[in-house]
């Protein structure tokens, strides 16, 4: 798609410097409404600032005051005070309150809280990068502060350095909302003006699409990547950056290299792999400056219990529905007989049948000196309809009934969303969803083709529980396994035994295609050694996005027959959350290597009767679904 270019930022190109300085200096020790303005603090494409003094509240403010060529556009204007005024609605600690909005002798101004810091441009230009867990600090307040006006309806569209301002205390607060949405549609942008920063600006708004908060978290993610490089990752003429914010991957070495992939994570160029949040992203951020893998949640280990040889089932089978009913009809009969013939010396006892007797009230009659007992029938219950609600099985039939889905690649698997994401700590003691079995016999992932010696099912057994919300998709795996073997780890954790998972999530676009896509990912775990080896998890697809899954949380438990290992997978390492009710290509696998010292693997189920590694075709299917 060619890039549409609808802002420009004409403060960098020189192009309204001279116009500011002959007419806005003239307002410098004047009055404005009720404000006296004592001198410039800062100037943008859009708006020169300046310290000012209320004298009724004894305060100073700062006023941003509207350049007069803007002026002369009145849709503008008008749309100008509008998002002003919805703006002064917002009130976090992290955003610069808005006192004011007005105008006088046609000098349009926005009236605001005065901070005594400097602008985070100021800061960087004073120190170029920060220290990360002091970039981390700010992004955390800026990704607050976004959450909350994303709660409220806004996306701030201009997220960038001279936006934050920081305060005493090392408070930093976003600024300028609502004001380059105020110009969007209106002949500024008509006529390519002062509208933005290329620098800052996502892949969406380079191509003048629409954005949302994924938008804000881009920018975000520029601003994090500049306070951390000391440069912004894409430089240059308009043309080339807004080029490279589409087409072009950021130079990650710049970054220390705990933090190079969330940060890669939040300048996805597709909105849908960014971070669901603001604050999913500060938080990933603050953990890895901090130094602490994002994600990885340390376990105990356990008290080592001696494996049994052969395959043991975890947990017992649920028993079929019909089972249940046979047994309490049998109940029932061999109730009734007892009642009916117990015996007392050879004879039946007669069963007694209790009275059922009416409720008694005395009502004096005249000329009677006995009472007449009234009889009061007691009231018949009003009948309710039954009402039937569908069971979810029901509403899984339905719903399948509606869609196009891969057929014959193993049961569809249906993950529920949690009201409550599970503890992730190997227990898999809070998971409320269906049990699928992991059993098919898998392919060669090398030759493709059915693997002589595998064991399958006999050797090698496994079960999992599946859940999801707008952060994450859950697992709760228990696998039986008679012999652990961990070869290696990192991108060679596969030599081992491991888990992974492949998940498709453009699957109408992969139903004939068996080659990998860009959509397509694949993510592999283990569980260690319940000693010295932590559990941990590697991200192979897509090859972009290839890196140690340190930001998957992960807990693994030794059990008498194998192990259990839980997962909480952030969406955005799998491409993005898939929409609800909807089909996607989905397999989980076990592998599993008997012999230690080899990395020869001999065993590999899987959910999927006919997977295959590298061939989106032959996987199943995952449909995520919000009932309750």
């Not at 849709?75 to 909005?101: Q, S």
């Not at 002798?105 to 901070?115: A, F, K, N």
């Not at 012999?595 to 999927?608: E, F, M, N, W, Y």
Request: overall charge negative; charged content about 20%.
């Amino acid at each position: 798609m060619p890039i549409l270019i609808t802002f420009l930022n004409l403060e960098k190109e020189g192009q309204i410097t001279d116009l500011q300085d002959t007419v806005m200096n003239n307002l410098i020790g004047k009055t404005l409404g009720q404000y006296q303005i004592l001198e410039e603090i800062g100037r943008g494409g859009m708006a020169v600032v300046y310290k000012a003094h209320q004298p009724t509240l004894e305060r100073y403010v700062a006023i941003k005051v509207l350049p007069q060529q803007f002026t002369f556009d009145r849709e503008f204007v008008e749309r100008f005070l509008r998002e002003a005024r919805a703006a002064a609605r917002l009130n976090h600690p992290n955003i610069v309150t808005i006192h004011d909005v007005g105008q006088a002798d046609g000098t349009y101004y926005i009236v605001m809280e005065y901070l005594e810091g400097p602008s985070l441009a100021d800061l960087l230009r004073q120190q170029r990068a920060l220290p990360p867990q002091q970039a981390a600090q700010i992004v955390a307040q800026v990704a607050s502060a976004l959450d909350y006006a994303h709660q409220q309806g806004f996306v701030h569209r201009d997220v960038k350095p001279s936006n934050i301002l920081l305060g005493a205390g090392g408070v930093a607060k976003l600024t300028d909302f609502g004001i380059v949405k105020a110009a969007e549609g209106t002949r500024l942008t008509q006529t390519g003006t002062v509208l933005g920063t290329p620098e800052y600006m996502s892949p969406e708004q380079a191509k003048g699409l629409g954005v949302d908060r994924h938008s804000d978290i881009y920018s975000l993610g520029v601003v994090a990547y500049e306070m951390l490089a000391g440069r912004v990752p894409f430089s240059g003429d308009t043309l080339a950056v807004l080029h490279a914010h589409v087409y072009e991957p950021p130079d990650l070495r710049a970054l220390p290299v705990g933090v190079q992939g969330v940060v890669s994570s939040a300048l996805a160029k597709d909105p849908r792999q960014r971070f669901g949040s603001s604050g999913a992203f500060a938080q990933a951020l603050e953990r890895t400056a901090a130094g602490v893998p994002v994600g990885r949640q340390v376990v105990e280990p356990p008290i080592r219990v001696a494996a049994r040889p052969g395959m043991v089932q975890l947990r017992p089978r649920p028993v079929p529905g019909w089972v249940w009913a046979l047994g309490a009809v049998a109940v029932v009969l061999i109730a009734g007989i007892v009642l009916a013939l117990a015996l007392d010396g050879g004879r039946a006892i007669p069963a007694v049948t209790p009275t059922l007797h009416p409720v008694v009230t005395s009502t004096a009659v005249p000329a009677t000196d006995t009472p007449v007992p009234t009889v009061t029938e007691p009231p018949s219950p009003t009948p309710v309809p039954p009402t039937e609600t569908p069971s979810l099985a029901e509403r899984e039939e339905d719903l399948l009934s509606t869609l196009r889905y891969r057929k014959g690649n193993g049961g569809i698997i249906f993950a529920y969303q949690v009201e409550t994401p599970p503890a992730i700590d190997g227990q898999l003691n809070e998971w409320a969803s269906h049990v699928y079995d992991i059993f098919y016999e898998a392919y060669d992932p090398e030759a493709r083709e059915l693997r002589g010696n595998l064991s399958g099912p006999y050797d090698l057994d496994g079960r999992f529980y599946i859940g999801w919300d707008a952060d994450n998709l859950y697992l709760g795996i228990e696998i039986t396994d008679d012999a652990h073997v961990q070869i290696e780890g990192g991108r060679y954790l596969y030599k081992g035994d491991d888990v992974e998972i492949q998940i498709d999530t453009n699957l109408s676009g992969d139903f004939y295609d068996s080659s990998l896509s860009s959509d397509d990912g694949q993510v592999g775990f283990s569980a260690g050694d319940f000693s010295l080896r932590e559990p941990e998890a590697y991200i192979w697809r897509p090859p972009d996005r290839e890196q140690a899954g340190t930001m998957i949380v992960l807990a693994a438990r030794e059990t008498s027959s194998g192990y259990t290992l839980e997962a909480a997978i952030p969406w955005w390492t799998l491409g993005g959350r898939p929409p609800d009710e909807t089909p996607v290509g989905f397999c989980l696998s076990l592998s599993d290597n008997d012999v230690p010292g080899t990395a020869q693997q001999q065993t590999l189920i899987s959910t999927a009767p006919t997977r295959k590694w590298g061939d989106p075709t032959t996987w199943g299917t995952l449909i995520l679904v919000d009932w309750r």
